[in-house]
């Protein structure tokens, strides 16, 4: 399937915060409860719709065990956009953000779209950390910031979709050279007349624009 553009993600976090169950939801429609632990780095990929352009999302899901940062450092350059996951009933996972960003600031291009997502937001009653606390981190980095829970869906759709948005504005405004690959962007061919339908099988959804 052709697409306007090609956007690259990772996805990083602590162990455990549910970074490969929020992939799998977002690519395949479905939970799975018990997820062996992510050895290095895997992959995902699915086709959304922004402003009428089919724009194909491809997603590196990262180990979150420290005997593996290396390797993850290393899928940070050429990445438009990243996911930083925690967990919203541990707090040692939100704790650990800081450092992630310190990572992600230090190995990717100065203008990646960060999005910050609480996950397991459907276990609220075992809450360790505040929504407050969440947005309050995400403003004061600059990140945009959602509770999502991998196990209902809610909000997954639109974590992956929004980062999209507001990378497809960068583009927009200019932001990006994007000829330039190691942005993590890359123009597609025959893609920018509109979205052809799925003609892969993959589902096409449409996101509105960010507000």
């Not at 993600?9 to 799998?24: E, F």
């Not at 405004?173 to 339908?197: H, L, M, R, T, W």
Request: charged fraction near 20%; include cysteine.
């Amino acid at each position: 399937m052709s697409y306007a553009y090609l956007f690259k993600y990772i996805v990083i976090g602590d162990t455990g915060v549910g970074k490969s169950c929020l992939l799998l939801q977002f690519t395949d429609k479905r939970f799975q409860p018990v997820h062996d632990l992510t050895i290095g780095v895997e992959f995902g990929a699915r086709m959304i719709t922004i402003d009428n352009k089919p724009i194909k999302l491809q997603i590196w899901d990262t180990a979150g065990q420290e005997s593996f940062r290396s390797i993850t450092r290393s899928y940070y350059r050429g990445a438009a956009g990243a996911l930083l996951v925690y967990d919203i009933t541990r707090r040692e996972t939100f704790n650990h953000l800081a450092s992630w960003l310190e990572d992600a600031r230090q190995h990717a291009n100065a203008n990646m779209t960060i999005m910050l997502i609480g996950n397991k937001s459907d276990l609220a009653h075992r809450r360790a950390v505040s929504t407050e606390e969440g947005e309050q981190f995400a403003k004061e980095n600059g990140l945009i910031f959602m509770e999502a829970s991998a196990k209902t869906a809610q909000n997954v759709e639109e974590a992956f979709i929004k980062t999209a948005a507001t990378i497809y504005k960068k583009i927009q405004d200019g932001v990006f050279d994007v000829s330039n690959e190691s942005y993590g962007i890359k123009v597609g061919y025959g893609g920018v007349q509109g979205p052809s339908a799925g003609r892969d099988g993959s589902v096409s959804q449409t996101g509105g624009c960010c507000s």
